[in-house]
């Protein structure tokens, strides 16, 4: 991996960290109108799909999407205004944290329906195909998404049509307060039914943005050939509460020692340690980057800040076609 795409992908996790951290610090003092689910130790799934695509390919995530949208080039302005329900939003204010979308960049939208994302992104898959583009649509999605039926329809329907799908699963181990063997036997989601010829799965480790990157690249040079979708399953945790900020999160259903080992397994942790180890990141170099970040981060919590509320009488637009 050539040293530019390994700052790329530490650039990318650093910056949605410290968007993270300032959304979190900020939170309380209820500018923000709208409920928040933060990504705190998922970064690495979120910069390593993204940067395997390009501005054209589509993602569709869901409420935990702030790393998604900013990965795959939302703008960070649009974003901090959505989430202080601003006019400015790219959402136009209507939608909140969980619902983001900037379609210039390829991000067709968030939804904080569990799962709702996955027909969309099949369905986006179906379109490229129908239009006989080579781009790849990814949809994101937790293991709790995974529980749903509409999974297993929609990664039917992209075997049988060798869709051009990667699905990304973001296996954090909790839906809410429910671990995973409380809702699935085994851990093994590729048992339920996946036909191996056509469908490339991966269980890959989703706090090594390399590893993530490089399972990415490949199921995208897959679907670009018309081979078909993917399903890449990436175990991750998340480090903070399921909503809001730490204030808010109730406590006792998580084992203190799993969020420490997990805490010991942060992405942005290890991933400075590894290129600083080759060399590749040095002290001024990454205080660049920090000041770049800072800067860019406190002039979209200003613009928020100075933008305007929607308009009482837009209401109902966007409702229904116009
Ligand atoms: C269809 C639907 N069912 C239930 C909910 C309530 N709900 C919101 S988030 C969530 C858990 C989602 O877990 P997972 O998909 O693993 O994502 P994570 O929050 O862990 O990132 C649930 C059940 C919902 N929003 N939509």
Redesign the pocket.
Known sequence: MKSETMLALYRSMLRIRRVQERIESLYLQDAMKTPV?L?IG?EAIAAGICLALEPDDSIQS???GHGHYLAKGGDLKAMIAELHCKATGCSGGFGGSMHLVDVAAGHLGSS?????GIPIGTGIGLAMRMRRTSQVSVVF????????GVLYESLNFAMLKRLSVIFVL???????CSPRDSRQTGDNVFLRGADPDRLFTARLDGNDAEIVHETARAAVARGRSGAGPSLLVCDTY?IMG??GCKAQEPSGYRDACEIDAWSDKCPVALYRAKLASRGILDEPTEAAMEATIAAEITEAFDFAAQSPLPHDGDLHKHLFSE
């Open positions: 689910h990504c998922q869901n409420h935990r904080s329906i569990v799962g709702g999605f937790g293991d709790g998404a995974a529980d749903e973001e296996d954090n181990r909790w839906a809410v998340r399921h909503a």
